[in-house]
């Protein structure tokens, strides 16, 4: 797969994952923190479920299928990971905080 494409992916799962972080909050129940259920996030995997078809629909006939399913996969390792290790940061300041 060529760089620009990989580049390309980590690009967008990053920008998707900002929008993850900055939608997906914690709250205190009872002493325990719990994830907060987030409206948006059903639209986003939503729209994320669009951009997919539509970006395959229109990139399948100039990329290989391998080499869009590796794009894919890099996009959503680059979403997910981010987006993990905020909810980890953002956890334990709120754990910290509560002290």
Do not use: C, D, H
Request: glycine share 6%; aromatic share 14%.
């Amino acid at each position: 797969m060529p760089l620009p494409q990989v580049i390309e992916s980590v690009f967008v799962g990053l920008l998707f994952s900002l929008v993850l972080i900055k939608t997906t909050n914690f709250e205190v129940v009872e002493e325990k923190l719990y994830l907060k259920k987030s409206k948006t996030f059903l639209f986003i995997l939503g729209g994320l479920l669009v951009f997919r078809v539509i970006a395959k629909l229109i990139l399948s006939s100039t990329i290989n299928v391998g080499e869009l399913a590796g794009i894919f996969w890099i996009l959503a390792f680059a979403m997910i990971l981010p987006w993990r290790i905020g909810m980890l940061v953002k956890y334990y300041k709120l754990k910290n905080t509560r002290k």
